[in-house]
């Protein structure tokens, strides 16, 4: 029976990832994977994850069950860090879920049994797990414009134009902050025009919230989604400390749920113990519980702050040098929107034969398109990476 079954094709971004441990050479870069690096090319645990970690070691008592929604207290640290104030908590279900692809899986189920016919639309380009999970659950999908390819930057009027052809009530994927694959993000008066679109077509907003603090700041990158959370009365947001916490392998995430009242909100905070029941029972409790002790507790709480602002500030500096030296050896500006991308990601616009001239010819290993991970680069790595661009014709 089970030989019947179709292979699966790999995943994209995983596959490139096994791709890259394979390939002998010393010298290769890896700039596919979503993780953060530093100068030595290694993904440390944060200084005060590690500290609460020791803590936890010393103080931590038990291992029993916790809570089928995971800890009060980590989704109370969860609603405050992406919400803060912005709406009242009680209206708020919060569910702690395997990491931030969890919460978009469970985002997207908990869509569909509110509203069976319901169609999501999903940005193009999108993190393609999107796409992928959505078509797992047999959801109808639709595809908005998102990138101008010309100008790598966000191809706001032709969003606008498919976004009003949704029907009313369907679903939209947007990215909170830091869009993967491609960095550009919506400025401040396009999430405006964005949510009144929105708002006219009754459309219920699911935001990807992975990496929050690698913009422009924690609070600055939370403002599209607050602003939705104040003028809807339903939103869905996936968030996830993978990467603000770097807490990747421990799947640390949550699904919070604005509601129009304390009453929804009680309702469906029952169907979200519901959805981990049915998978998962309990959510894999120790990154929450670090990540917990990191919001609440004040000097860990700084400690987090300050080496995600340092990180930030890396990704920026890595962003310029590489601007810099594309302009310097290609003796155009023809690269500059690399410094107006936010977050990890850029997105280069390579055709494939590039994103393979590339891994074949140096060892560079882009996911599809050209999206490159910054943090991947060093200083020592931005030059080499721009002569190996302008090398494939980039
Ligand atoms: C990425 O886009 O590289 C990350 O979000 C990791 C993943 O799961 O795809």
Not at 211 to 217: C, E, L, N, P
Request: glycine residues 8%.
């Amino acid at each position: 029976m089970l030989e019947s079954l179709k292979p699966q094709p790999p995943d994209k971004i995983i596959g490139l990832m096994q791709l890259f441990r394979e390939d002998p050479r010393t010298d290769k870069i890896d700039l596919g994977v979503g993780v953060y690096r530093n100068a030595d090319g290694l993904t440390p645990i944060m200084a005060a994850i590690k500290d609460a970690e020791r803590q936890l070691l010393r103080e931590q008592t038990t291992k029993t069950y916790t809570a089928l929604a995971g800890e009060p207290e980590y989704r109370d640290a969860m609603v405050e860090l992406v919400l803060a104030d912005a709406v009242n908590r009680q209206c708020v279900a919060a569910l702690h879920t395997a990491g931030g692809t969890g919460a978009v899986r469970l985002a997207l189920e908990l869509a569909q049994s509110a509203s069976p016919g319901i169609s999501v639309w999903i940005p193009t380009p999108s993190w393609p797990s999107h796409a992928s999970i959505a078509k797992h659950l047999k959801l109808s999908s639709r595809t908005y414009r998102y990138f101008d390819h010309e100008s790598k930057l966000v191809a706001f009027d032709n969003m606008m134009s498919d976004l009003a052809q949704m029907r009313k009530g369907d679903a939209v994927i947007l990215h909170g902050c830091c869009h993967n694959p491609t960095g550009a993000d919506l400025n401040a008066g396009q999430w405006s025009e964005l949510s009144t679109l929105l708002e006219s077509k009754e459309a219920l907003p699911i935001v990807d919230f992975a990496y929050q603090g690698f913009g422009d700041g924690l609070e600055e990158d939370a403002r599209g989604v607050r602003e939705l959370a104040v003028k809807f009365d339903e939103v869905m947001i996936a968030a996830s400390c993978s990467k603000n916490f770097g807490v990747y392998r421990e799947r640390t995430g949550a699904l919070l749920v604005r509601t129009e009242n304390t009453r929804t909100a009680g309702l469906i905070q029952g169907q979200l113990a519901y959805l981990n029941r049915q998978s998962i029972s309990f959510p894999p409790d120790h990154g929450a519980r670090l990540v917990t002790m990191v919001l609440r507790d004040a000097a860990l709480r700084s400690s987090w702050l300050n080496e995600l602002n340092a990180i930030r500030g890396s990704l920026q500096h890595l962003r310029q040098s590489l601007a810099d030296e594309l302009r310097k050896l290609s003796g155009s500006d023809r690269f500059s929107f690399i410094v107006s991308h936010k977050g990890m990601f850029t997105l280069l616009g390579a055709t494939d034969e590039q994103v393979a001239a590339m891994r074949r010819k140096h060892g560079i290993y882009l996911v599809g398109g050209g999206r490159i991970n910054i943090a991947g680069l060093s200083e020592r790595t931005v030059p080499i990476m721009a002569a190996a661009m302008l090398d494939v014709g980039m």
